[in-house]
């Protein structure tokens, strides 16, 4: 096997991994209005009609599909209710921390690696 081709094996694999964690994103947010109905204690129809066109499930999946793709392309990832501000924004104000834990945790495993290999 040549280089080249365990390369582009390699892409592939990674590109249908990121497609399928997109489609499968997809389908959990797409459930999400019917939780929040729940959340909120206001089951009735109205308000369910309500946030299905606000979050645009009124539209064909396909379309809601392409909206979702090009939004999350854009780094658009949306808007936290519960936050009150977007999810790029929660995940960048979380990332030096996350950043600090992980890179503490994989320098102590390769410390104590080393160690104990010797």
């Known amino acids: ?14 590109v249908i991994t990121l497609l399928l964690i997109v489609i499968l994103n997809f389908f959990l947010i797409h459930a999400a209005p019917g939780v929040m109905a ?10 369910i009609q309500q946030l299905r066109e606000q979050f645009g ?3 064909p999946l396909y379309v809601q599909f392409w909206n979702y793709v090009s939004g999350v392309l854009q780094l658009d990832l ?3 209710y519960r936050q009150q501000m977007p999810v790029l924004e ?14 503490t945790a994989f320098g102590m495993s390769l410390l104590l690696g080393i160690v104990f290999g010797l």
Request: aromatic share 6%.
């Open 90 to 103: 929660l995940i960048l104000d979380r990332l030096p921390a996350t950043l600090l834990l992980t890179l």
């Open 1 to 14: 096997m040549t280089l080249a081709a365990a390369i582009f094996g390699r892409a592939a694999k990674a």
């Open 57 to 59: 499930l009124d539209q």
């Open 38 to 47: 729940g959340e909120a204690g206001a089951a009735d129809e109205q308000f």
């Open 78 to 80: 949306g808007y936290s």
